[in-house]
């Protein structure tokens, strides 16, 4: 097992590497720079900026400072656009917030998505099944950029429950619609896996071995029939868990929340070359870390998965 | 808490007694800004602005900010020599009073001695002598460095180019309370372009010793009517009264919250829930959202302009008659009375008609009916070698927009069916249409631009051979020349005027419509600068009723 975990992160750091290079090469040929605009500045002070900013140097020179800095002070540069700002205050402002509401929106995704899709299964065929399917699969295809305004104008202009945006610090009353828009896709989606699984699981051999036998019917489902029906699960929330607390450009967007998904599109735009390079390490980072996790998860529960 | 003020008629714009606001009685006070009278109007308890700014705000220094809602806030956090009033005219800021002299050259500043910072120090002619240095310095960067090359301030080219040393700039503080000024030739408008954010006073000790963390919250010393009290970077920037400002006794609101939400729509929900006092109207809704709120829903015209690019560097539009076929056949209330619908007016000539002092020129064109027009397009094309056997092939550039692209639409159909133009349609993303557009490598390029000062100059000079943003690379030495000569004019207009008949004439750019800013403002909100056309909005000036 050992062995396993040891090869897993031994890929992860080419990975890594891999993908820093070849963003930073990807970035700077796009047309246009950070200082580009529709007035654009006179040579001689686009000059002067350039310089400021070292981006006068050849792309190469560019790079090895640029990892320079970070391995050596963990320092990922000033931001481009946002001059009073480093890259790693930026990043420490927005990431706690998108951390927050994205764990909430996991945690209510998956209690409620599992709780659903076992459900379900447990009552196939029942008026309850086709109800808790159908809105899954309403859930699954309102994309969030619709939920979002649609729970405003619920929440917010008719019922005049909660605020339609802003964070405040992350009072509760500002958290809530943020989790939900963003919960409720992947709600829908573990709902649905779930109930496929457990259905398969429930029809399978060993649990019609376990009913022969006279097993208690909890027993049968939650000592034997969950731990497999949850393994398609697992291999989903990987992922899932990685987009959520990265954040959501459409969230970010629609609520004010201030956290990092917004910098990832903006950036890209704005060609805020050092955010970008950042926000990018930070994602890639995290999704090559719980990739990993989940597979040790995975390997640990199925452990033919292990050799 | 609620305490009444009865408001009057306005009888004088600048001094008045609001400061009862502290002594919680009743008072009698003259109403601000607006013209209209004003009877029984009960200000509000919670003197908190909360309005909706678009995106996060690029900095909250006065010499690195670029963007308008930066100048918004700067405006408030800091104040330049002069102020503009509700109509965009200049009121004394820091300046008291000014003189010029030879020939527009030379200009004299006296400060007011009641100026402080917010840490109580006063507001000296050095500060602003270290700020413009500061502005110009090669080192420091500024984006906005090329502001003090276009004032002519003496040697601001020369410290830019780093061929002379920040000190030498022609901006000299003769005592604490004295700011003089020299500039390398005659600008008539030079005391207009102080209001921009750029030229305002920072505080060098401060700057100095905290460096690049000088602007966070707590540390930001200004010498605006607000201090910095809170940033979010995305979701809000809260800014509370300045005690040691030199008017606070006739300021009102006493804290301005910016939201920042990115999307229109979501932004105008929100300023429903009454979450917000000021917005934008989201676009294409406009004619909706005055019939179902008409009080609260407003279209102010903009120092902005909306054209075509011409490559003139390209056959054929290096033939100012296709040029002008294709400018005569678009349809211009079509445009902007059908497809935008919220207030833009139909342009044809290149500054918008409400800048400060400008006569709209007498151009021929305008005056002719569309079908006159069409017929004499249709006429031009044939005379430049095209029509129905042989048509002309163009390709219309913009940037990734819906409305971009319902014009560009529009424009494509009205030339197809009037001179049997085949245009096809290339939208890019911003900055790779921006180097697109300035190689230049397109036929016909969608642009826009605004005013940096409510001056003709700022629109007319960008088609100059040797401007950089000329990206229609026309070129015409006695179009340089009108403009040049129009800086030592005491009536510059004249020469604008000749200036937008030389546009017309070879027009390298197809104006199409002047712009219209839509905004809904709650009814609680008043003072806002309705008559102010670059929408310059001072927080210190308004107030909200009950």
């Known amino acids: 097992m050992l062995n396993f975990i040891f090869r897993r992160l031994l890929i992860a750091v080419p990975t890594l590497i891999f993908l820093v290079v070849f963003s930073f090469l990807i970035m700077h040929s796009a047309p246009g720079g950070p200082f580009d605009s529709e007035k654009p500045i006179p040579p001689a002070v686009k000059a002067n900026i350039e310089k400021k900013y070292g981006l006068d140097q050849p792309l190469y020179k560019q790079m090895l400072n640029y990892i320079g800095g970070i391995v050596t002070e963990f320092d990922f540069g000033p931001s481009f656009r946002y001059k009073d700002r480093t890259v790693n205050e930026l990043i420490a402002d927005g990431f706690p917030v998108t951390l927050t ?7 209510f995704a998956v209690s409620i998505g599992v709780s659903i899709g076992v459900y379900a299964a447990l009552h196939q065929n029942s008026w309850l099944d086709y109800s808790t399917l159908s809105f899954a699969i309403v859930g699954q295809i309102l994309p969030n950029f619709v939920m979002a305004p649609l729970l405003v104008l619920i929440f917010t202009n008719t019922l005049g429950w909660l605020p339609g945006g802003g964070w405040e610090g992350g009072k509760i009353q500002f958290i809530i619609l943020p989790a939900v828009a963003l919960g409720t896709s992947y709600l829908a989606s573990i709902a649905r896996i779930t109930r496929s699984s457990m259905l398969e699981v429930l029809h399978s051999n060993f649990i019609r071995t376990a009913k022969a036998k006279g097993l208690p019917y909890k027993t049968i489902i ?6 497999p029906a949850m393994l398609p699960v697992i291999s989903y929330l990987g992922p899932a868990f990685v987009g959520m607390i990265t954040g959501s450009v459409i969230i970010d967007t629609f609520f004010s929340t201030g956290g990092i998904g917004l910098h990832f599109v903006n950036s890209a735009l704005n060609r805020d070359y050092s955010v970008l390079m950042g926000v990018t390490i930070l994602l890639g980072t995290l999704t090559i870390l719980f990739s990993t996790l989940v597979d040790i998860l995975y390997a640990w529960i199925d452990p033919k998965i292990r050799y | 808490m609620n305490f009444k003020l009865t408001l009057g008629i306005a009888a004088f714009s600048a001094a008045l007694a609001l400061s009862a606001c502290d002594s919680k009685t009743e008072t009698t006070a003259s109403e601000i800004t607006s013209a209209a009278p004003v009877t029984e109007e009960k200000l509000a308890s919670d003197q908190t602005y909360i309005y909706r700014q678009l995106d996060e705000i690029t900095s909250f220094d006065p010499q690195l900010i670029e963007d308008v809602d930066g100048s918004i806030v700067g405006r408030d956090l800091f104040e330049g020599l002069v102020n503009q009033d509700e109509n965009g005219s200049i009121v004394p800021g820091v300046a008291e009073s000014w003189e010029i002299s030879e020939n527009n050259t030379k200009f004299v500043f006296k400060l007011r001695d009641s100026a402080k910072w917010s840490n109580g120090n006063p507001v000296t002619a050095h500060d602003f002598v270290y700020a413009w240095q500061r502005l110009a310095d090669p080192e420091f960067a500024s984006p906005y460095s090329w502001f003090m090359e276009i004032m002519y301030v003496e040697n601001a080219g020369e410290i830019i180019a780093g061929e002379k040393a920040p000190e030498t700039l022609g901006a000299v503080a003769v005592d604490d309370l004295t700011l003089e000024v020299k500039l390398s030739q005659s600008l008539p408008y030079f005391v207009k372009m102080l209001s921009h954010t750029s030229t305002f006073p920072v505080p060098k000790d401060v700057v100095e010793t905290l460096g690049k963390d000088w602007t966070k919250p707590g540390s930001l010393v200004g010498n605006g009517a607000y201090v910095l009290e809170e940033h979010v970077v995305n979701e809000r920037s809260v800014r509370v009264r300045n005690e040691n400002y030199w008017d606070n006794e006739n300021t009102v609101i006493d804290k301005v919250i910016a939201l920042v939400i990115n999307d229109e729509n979501q932004a105008y929900n929100r300023f429903k829930a009454g979450e917000v006092h000021k917005t934008d109207i989201p676009a294409g ?3 909706r959202v005055m019939q179902e709120n008409p009080d609260e829903t407003f279209s102010m015209p903009q120092l902005c302009s909306y054209y075509y690019l011409f490559n003139t560097t390209r056959a054929p539009f290096d033939n100012p008659d296709v040029r002008k076929a294709l400018a005569y056949s678009i349809d211009r209330a079509v445009i902007a009375d059908q497809i935008l619908a919220a207030g833009q007016t139909g342009a044809y000539f290149f500054t918008p008609p409400k800048t400060d002092g400008f006569v709209a020129p007498e151009v021929d064109w305008s005056k002719k009916s569309q079908a006159e027009l069409d017929a004499e397009a249709r006429e031009l094309l044939a005379k430049a070698g095209y029509g129905v056997d042989n048509p002309l092939k163009l390709s219309i550039l913009y940037n990734t927009s819906e409305d971009h692209k319902k014009i560009a639409i529009a424009i494509s159909q009205m030339w197809k069916t009037k001179l049997g133009v085949e245009t096809t349609l290339e939208n890019q993303e911003w900055k790779t249409y921006l180097d697109t557009r300035r190689l230049p490598d397109y036929d016909v390029a969608r642009a826009g631009w605004c005013g940096d000062y409510n001056e003709a100059s700022t629109f007319l000079t960008l088609l100059m ?29 004249v020469n604008y005027t000749l200036a937008e008949q030389m546009l017309a004439d070879a027009m390298p750019i197809a104006p ?3 712009y219209a800013e839509d905004i809904a403002i709650s009814k609680n909100l008043k003072g806002w600068p309705f008559n102010n056309i670059e929408q310059n909005m001072y927080s210190k000036d308004m107030y909200l009723v009950e």
């Open chain 2, 512 to 514: 199409i419509y002047h």
């Open chain 1, 101 to 107: 509401y994205g764990f909430i929106a996991f945690v």
């Open chain 2, 465 to 493: 051979s040797d401007n950089d943003l000329n990206d229609s690379k026309w070129k015409s030495t006695k179009y340089d020349e009108l403009l040049t000569s129009a800086t030592v004019m005491s009536d510059p207009n």
């Open chain 2, 285 to 287: 809704q406009f004619k």
């Open chain 1, 222 to 227: 939650f000592k034997h029939a969950l731990k």
